[in-house]
């Protein structure tokens, strides 16, 4: 059986780069009111470079008394690649990275900017790094004012919630230690019971201890356990969630489907569909859907889903019918087949979002969130500049 060896947050990581690279971006164009990916590159290899790794910078008022302040980490993961000028060279590991995130910057948040710049107020910007903290956002961008009553009032500006992407359809996860209360979460279901009928709660108790052997940390920091035998213990993990197509895992990947599409015919269908939809945006807040931007960095340009096409998605989800389906994948031909839980409008049978199972190398299971055709609809594409 082949195993793909997939490495968390490698070195070199464009996602964790792309996350400064818009940070810095927010903050020159709010700054200076324009922002070019040459000015990215020079702030990153001055600025950034001489405070590195914890940044925290706060500009002098302006003529009309606002100040614009930048918070963000720089992670291990880029420390020795995003200070090194040949990898913003042609060919470099960065080299495409700030014109585009400029580009997109400049296209999307010039309101805003307009905003702060031409009101009577003194505001302060603050735009911050967030993503290592495990939520969905990864930068965000708040404003501090004095409204007219003379109160102190902090909130996000307009679409700046930002979730980032690059090239990727994942706009979030039904993973971790708690993965079955994920499910239930999401989709309203008692998906504890179902991971228990399925025996998939008891084959993960199982393959709990096996996982703790394989970490990232036993086998490349401590090295108590070759990649080899590593790769044994793995085989094993593997046979008991996944069997040969068959495991428990796609048995509750299955029953959940089906008990959701059980409910999606029943009298509290149309609620239930509403509710499907807003947790699995990743937004499971309890005012809703509206407070993430997805900016997605594609090969050929960047694609934006903002407050306001998630709002007409979600209200296109009042009036649709859903079917569920289940379905099982294969990367390659000698894979064992992953579950996967698919989410069609019943009216023109394209596919909304589907949740896809993987288990990588180190025996960490994810559950991803991916946007299907109907999903991309919504979403506003712009080409690069050449």
Do not use: C, W
């Amino acid at each position: 059986m082949r195993f793909i060896q997939i490495f968390e947050a490698p070195i070199g990581n464009r996602g964790d780069a792309s996350e400064i690279y818009q940070a810095i971006a927010l903050y020159l164009l709010f700054k200076n009111k324009t922002v070019s990916g040459k000015d990215i590159q020079t702030f990153v290899m001055k600025t950034v470079a001489a405070k590195s790794p914890n940044i925290n910078i706060q500009s002098r008022p302006n003529q009309k008394g606002d100040v614009f302040k930048l918070q963000m980490p720089i992670p291990a993961s880029v420390k020795t690649t995003l200070f090194d000028l040949k990898n913003y060279q042609q060919g470099g590991l960065y080299a495409d990275m700030p014109d585009k995130v400029a580009q997109a910057t400049s296209n999307e948040y010039n309101k805003q900017v307009q905003f702060i710049h031409d009101n009577q107020r003194k505001d302060a910007i603050d735009i911050a790094v967030v993503g290592g903290k495990g939520g969905k956002v990864d930068v965000m961008g708040t404003v501090t004012y004095t409204d007219a009553q003379g109160k102190q009032k902090t909130e996000p500006l307009e679409n700046m919630e930002i979730s980032l992407k690059i090239g990727s359809d994942k706009f979030g996860q039904l993973s971790g230690k708690q993965m079955v209360a994920a499910f239930g979460n999401a989709f309203g279901i008692n998906a504890d019971s179902i991971a228990k009928q399925t025996g998939f709660s008891q084959a993960l108790a199982k393959a709990n201890p096996l996982m703790l052997q394989i970490t990232p940390t036993k086998i490349k920091k401590q090295k108590t356990i070759s990649r080899d035998d590593a790769d044994k213990i793995l085989a094993q993990i593997e046979t008991m969630l996944y069997g040969k197509g068959d495991g428990p895992m796609h048995k509750f990947y299955r029953a959940v489907a089906n008990t959701i599409n059980t409910q999606l015919t029943g009298p509290q269908g149309e609620k239930k569909e509403r509710k499907i939809i807003a947790n699995a945006l990743g937004n499971l807040v309890k005012s809703g859907i509206g407070k993430v931007t997805m900016l997605n960095y594609e090969k050929n340009g960047y694609s934006i889903l903002d407050q306001t096409a998630i709002k007409k998605l979600s209200d296109l989800m009042k009036t649709t019918d859903l079917r569920v389906e289940y379905a099982i994948k294969g990367k390659k031909q000698d894979d064992v087949s992953r579950p996967y839980i698919e989410f069609y409008d019943t009216k023109d049978n394209e596919m909304f979002f589907f949740v896809r199972n993987n288990m990588d190398h180190y025996g960490v299971i994810r559950n991803n969130l991916q946007q299907g055709k109907k999903f991309v609809q919504f979403k506003r594409f712009v080409k690069y500049n050449k």
